[in-house]
């Protein structure tokens, strides 16, 4: 009894390291395709890179990572794969595990070249088709798009059957349709299916995509690549349209932001206000300040820096405006030229005290998170900065409306605009709204620095490149009249981005500058004339 006992436990311990030997003579796919990776070859890596992809290991995603990192290192001695962590640390690549003892004498990284760091974005973007987030599954399915990997077909198939987020799945699709077109394998009615669904993205990658089809394809392809091309290319140059719009409808809202202000001034008081750039570059370093204590006392409130500037930068405009009125301005009411160099000085001490107290080189105005990043709308990139300073101005533009129509601050400006002499006959105490109305259009110019602060440098210089501008806007659209002004600024702004890639940007603004001299020699008042002190004297 005792024998056969011990027979059949050696027979047990016999089976046991039977199959651990056959175990470690065949290990599986994926660390079979590991192999690959530790003969220094360009060959081997690529086949490596499919093995481990078609592995389905728990591994694979990880260990591609890591290869596009440069992260992934080997021992030619050993034939022993390992993943270096960002953290230093070395794992086996064949279970994930910390590596155990001293690190190979031999360790070496993985080399790559162009052709396998295609084939790996391929590789990765196929593990993440089958990824739980939508945003992932979204960027895998582009990077396969990106690389037209035929390896990646199948997993995309896959991926396509089980998908139900319509974006992903129409991304899926185009996907799937770029390899099927590339491919040799297809059939021409195939390419034909597939190039419908490229034609219909219509984007630049597209357009590459149609272009770049082999010589040898046959002529039904050719033909629908052809016409699919012409497509493309009709819808691009529509888009192109459109984002000229969008950058002409953006770069208005920033010169109605610049004038509004002056044209308060200008249309209420007949002042050629030379000193209302500089109050737009204080807004902007009234942002800085407030930005700069924050990052250094209260970091958590940085999202809500621009709602702290925008009241601060108001009153500092503001307040510098009134000081500039009560103190120069009062004393030159009807003779423009003599304000205008007297303002102009007031522009130099502005800039030459602002370069004394900060330096004169730019100040860093960062972007909360609200207003960073962009997004695609059809065809068009809209920036989050552009898209807030567009409402931006549209607020301010209505708030000012209201402002002049329903308060009495408004009705009294309205008056002085008027008549200023029946204005003074009833009542309105007209030194106190020439005071007012300055400081109301400086503040309004605080509040444009804070907003051109998030889309331009800050520094001493800012406001002249303003100034002339705003002035062409305030005389283009009619002197002191708002709506005069909106309508002018959206008018040469959109203008000048669709002159800018006919012309380029130095001709584009001397073709508009033109436009407006010419202009004002037949209106001279502007599109919307009205009447005011300075046109009455």
Do not use: C
């Not at 185009?174 to 009615?189: C, G, K, L, Q, Y």
């Not at 940085?302 to 503001?318: E, N, Q, R, T, W």
């Not at 209201?402 to 308060?407: S, V």
């Amino acid at each position: 009894m005792r024998a056969l006992y011990d027979r059949i436990t050696a027979l047990v311990f016999a089976l046991g390291l039977l199959a651990a030997v056959a175990g470690s003579a065949h290990a599986g796919p994926y660390e079979d395709a590991l192999a690959g990776f530790t003969t220094d070859s360009f060959t081997d890596t690529f086949e490596a890179i499919d093995g481990v992809v078609a592995s389905g290991s728990p591994m694979a995603a990880q260990l591609l990572e890591a290869l596009q990192d440069s992260r992934l290192q080997f021992s030619a001695a050993e034939k022993k794969v390992f993943i270096k962590t960002r953290d230093g640390a070395l794992l086996d690549a064949a279970t994930g595990e910390p590596a155990v003892g001293a690190p190979p004498a031999d360790l070496a990284n993985v080399r790559l070249n162009n052709r396998l760091r295609g084939a790996l974005n391929a590789a990765i973007g196929a593990l993440t088709l089958m990824a739980p987030d939508p945003g992932r599954r979204l960027s895998a399915a582009q990077s396969v798009f990106r690389s037209r990997d035929s390896s990646a077909l199948p997993a995309v198939e896959k991926a396509l059957e089980a998908e139900t987020n319509a974006r992903v799945k129409k991304a899926l699709t185009e996907a799937r349709a770029a390899i099927i077109v590339m491919s040799d394998d297809a059939s021409p009615d195939n390419k034909i299916a597939a190039i419908a669904v490229i034609r219909d993205r219509s984007d630049q990658e597209s357009l590459a995509l149609m272009s770049g089809l082999p010589a040898n394809a046959p002529p039904e392809v050719r033909a629908a690549a052809t016409d699919a091309i012409a497509k493309i290319q009709s819808n691009l140059a529509i888009w192109r349209t459109v984002q000229n719009f969008w950058y002409g409808l953006s770069l208005g809202s920033v010169l109605l932001l610049a004038a509004i202000g002056l044209a308060i001034t200008f249309g209420v008081m007949g002042v050629i206000n030379m000193a209302h750039g500089e109050m737009v570059m204080l807004g902007a370093y009234t942002t800085f300040v407030v930005q700069d204590l924050i990052r250094t006392s209260f970091p958590g409130l940085f999202d809500y820096s621009l709602a702290f500037a925008l009241p601060l930068a108001f009153i500092v405009a503001g307040a510098v405006g009134i000081l500039i009125e009560r103190t120069v301005i009062r004393y030159l009411y009807g003779r423009p030229l003599e304000t205008l160099l007297a303002t102009w000085g007031i522009s130099l001490v502005l800039m030459q005290a602002v370069r004394a107290v900060f330096g004169p080189t730019n100040k860093e105005v960062g972007n909360p998170s609200w207003m960073s990043g962009a997004f695609d709308l059809g065809g068009i990139l809209i920036t989050y900065n552009r898209m807030w300073i567009i409402i931006f101005t549209g607020i301010v533009f209505v708030a000012l409306l209201a402002m002049l129509r329903y308060t009495r601050l408004g009705l009294e400006m309205r008056a002085v605009t008027q008549n200023r002499q029946m204005a003074a006959a009833v009542g309105i105490r007209t030194a106190r709204i020439d005071a007012l109305t300055f400081g109301l259009g400086s503040g309004i110019a605080g509040i444009a620095g804070v907003a051109l602060s998030q889309i331009d440098n800050v520094s001493p210089n800012l406001g002249q490149g303003y100034i002339i501008d705003s002035f062409m806007v305030v005389v283009f659209g009619g002197v002191g009249n708002l709506w005069g002004t909106l309508v002018g600024a959206l008018t040469l702004g959109i203008a000048n981005k669709f002159l800018e890639p006919f012309a380029g940007a130095v001709l584009a603004k001397i073709a508009i500058l033109v436009f407006i001299i010419l202009f004002i020699q037949k209106r001279p008042r502007g599109m919307f004339a009205l009447k005011g002190r300075a046109i009455e004297a």
